[in-house]
């Protein structure tokens, strides 16, 4: 199956979870991101299982979590 990140086409086996997709994907390494998942806010931190699974054409970007003042 196929999905999109931060713009580029990717294949991905049929099950992936959106925290597996981020650990195979992710420029930033073990950093705080958010993941934008069709238009939807997720944080890094908050993937703590694999519930969430990716969809055919999703669209998804990965940025790093700036936090600080």
Request: no cysteine.
């Amino acid at each position: 199956m196929i999905i999109n990140v931060n713009g580029e086409q990717k294949e991905v086996s049929e099950g992936m979870s959106l925290r597996q997709a981020l650990i195979s994907f992710t420029p930033y390494g073990d950093e705080a991101t958010i993941i934008v998942r069709n238009g939807e806010y997720i944080k890094s931190i908050d993937l703590n299982s694999d519930e969430l699974k990716v969809s055919e054409g999703d669209e998804i970007s990965i940025v790093p979590l700036i936090i600080g003042g």
